[in-house]
């Protein structure tokens, strides 16, 4: 049954990956699943034809056969879930495999995404010097007491799973911001991520859409 996601017909960022397809995109290569994209400008994504895909009009979206979902969290899992590669066979193993995804969803992407927010949308403000301070305090808590979990392991639970590629593409947001060169066990995490196959079919073939080149990865 065909797969076709939902990706921006002109992502802000040009391709680097930080548009949330490239996680979905990955995990389809991790278990080699071929995929169609349709694009989508931003003016589309708030009408009724995507909407009724995505409620809150964004993307990704992801469908296959009757079935449409969104949130990048639910689209990973259900690829995970349906087959092998993303997750352990074990119960209790595949159990704290989602319970990485997770972790990466809703303890370490929130604060990142206000790092984001307070960078690119209030930067200009007059609070915004005084609040940096704190909001840069609550992502390095969460980098200090992730890298301490990890500690010199190469995943977070064993082998590779959707856990590891979850919080590798939370992770990759602050590439820019310099501020994972202060735990050298997570920046070696993310390098990691980045160097499987699989992510980078995922990150060509989303760059090759913004630069009219053909992908090479
Ligand atoms: N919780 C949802 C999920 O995980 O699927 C969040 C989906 C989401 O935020 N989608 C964004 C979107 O559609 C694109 S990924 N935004 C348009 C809108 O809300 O109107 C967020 C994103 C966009 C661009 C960059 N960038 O260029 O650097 C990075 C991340």
Redesign the pocket.
């Known amino acids: 049954m065909t797969i076709t996601i939902t990706a ?1 017909e002109r ?3 040009g391709g ?1 990956g ?3 397809d490239t996680r979905v995109r990955w995990a389809l290569e991790e278990v080699g699943q071929a995929y169609a994209v349709r694009l989508v400008s ?1 003016r589309a ?2 009408e009724a034809a995507h909407l009724a895909l995505h409620p ?5 979206t992801y469908e296959e056969g009757d079935l449409a979902l ?4 639910a ?1 990973v899992l259900h690829i995970a879930e349906r087959h092998a590669g993303l997750l352990p066979d074990g119960a209790n193993a595949r159990a704290r495999g989602i319970t990485w995804m997770f972790a990466a ?1 809703n303890t370490v992407e929130p604060p990142i995404l206000e790092l984001a927010n307070a960078r690119l949308l209030e930067g200009d403000k007059p609070w915004s010097k005084e609040r940096m301070p704190l909001v840069e305090d609550r992502v390095r808590n969460r980098l200090k007491q992730l890298s301490a979990r990890l500690g010199d392991a190469d995943w977070l639970d064993g082998a590779f799973s959707a856990g590891d590629l979850m919080m590798v593409s939370v992770l990759l ?1 602050l590439r820019s911001s310099g501020i994972l060169d202060g735990y050298p066990n997570l920046s070696a995490y993310v390098a990691r991520g980045e160097a499987r196959p699989a992510y980078r079919r995922a990150f060509a073939a989303q760059l090759a859409l913004y630069t009219g080149k053909p992908p090479t990865g």
């Open positions: 921006f992502s802000p960022d680097k930080l548009a949330r931003f994504m708030k809150f009009g964004q993307i990704p969104f949130e990048t969290g689209i969803l947001r």
